[in-house]
């Protein structure tokens, strides 16, 4: 593994690492004091998800925003199986040379969980509604999301991308973040993504590796965890958190009234207020 670090203009630079099967993660570093990694969830970037919050959190933390995979600054690769994700986030930490906080958004809180079991050197972790799939397989939410993926598939067959981003990211907001993503062209942006995301679903069932949110996985994470959640989100988020409570050895729930799930990509004071208070404890 090899990783460097590239300044591009004052005050910024990029860090990029050589993951283990050599695909290249890079993500915009900004920001002063102790390092905190951000990671997004689907059909977003380290460069758009975190451009709302970010300026909040600057002056306190040196703030790394590394892309999946096949995505933003990060190199693409054929293999999107859930491990490749969390092996890369891995590789990305420790190519910084001390332990950091960690701040995961959906699928990126997933994906952060399967990083620590795997050894990445995280002294403190915060995951917003993070990615519990079980919770999506019954019920009216689960539904509604196989209905969206169905529908999000065949758009892209027509070319439809933001189309398809909108249907899926549809069932994870509510009318008030729906209305400020047509607003902002979020789902424009997002589209871009959308083949990229099919693909994770596709390979998703071809995984080799333990799902990290296993009671025996999540028993390994023995870090604190901040849970958070927004009142106005899907249920089907409001019990994953609720869940993965239960299983991690030192974690505590904290609600954000008013807010759903897209809160940390549409730039949400209260998140960035709530994980500058949380990490400037930890870090």
């Known amino acids: 593994m090899t990783s460097e670090t590239t300044s591009i203009e ?18 915009r570093v900004a ?34 925003l590394p892309s999946m995979r096949g995505t933003g600054l990060s190199a693409d690769h054929p293999d999107q199986r859930p491990e490749r994700h969390m092996e890369d986030l891995a590789a990305f930490i420790n190519s910084i040379g001390e332990p950091v906080g960690l701040f995961g958004h959906s ?3 997933l994906y952060g969980f399967g990083a620590v079991q795997q050894g990445a050197k995280v002294s403190a972790m915060a995951a917003y509604e993070p990615a519990v799939f079980e919770f999506w397989q019954e019920g009216e939410d689960a539904e509604q999301f196989q209905k969206a993926v169905g529908s999000m598939a065949q758009a892209a067959e027509e070319g439809r991308l933001a189309d398809g981003a909108r249907y899926l990211l549809s069932v994870f907001s509510n009318e008030e973040e729906i209305s400020v993503m047509e607003e902002e062209g979020h789902f424009e942006f997002s589209g871009q993504y959308v083949p990229k995301l099919l693909q994770i679903f596709e390979q998703g069932s071809e995984t080799e ?21 927004g009142t106005e989100s899907t249920d089907a988020h409001i019990k994953s958190v609720y869940f993965l409570e239960e299983q991690l050895p030192d974690s505590r729930v904290q609600d954000l009234h008013g807010l759903g799930h897209m809160a940390p ?11 500058r208070e949380y990490f400037s404890g930890k870090l």
């Open 10 to 27: 004052t005050d910024i630079t990029i860090h990029r690492v050589n993951s283990k099967d050599s695909t290249q993660i890079a993500g």
């Open 31 to 64: 920001g002063n004091g102790p390092p905190l990694v951000f990671f997004h969830g689907g059909m977003t970037d380290g460069e758009y998800a975190w451009s709302g919050i970010l300026p909040h959190l600057t002056e306190q933390f040196t703030c790394y």
């Open 107 to 109: 699928t990126g809180a």
């Open 209 to 229: 590796a333990p799902n990290p949110n296993d009671p025996s996985e999540l028993s390994r994470v023995d870090i604190p965890v901040l849970l958070m959640y």
């Open 265 to 275: 990509e549409l730039g949400s004071k209260t998140v960035s207020e709530t994980l």
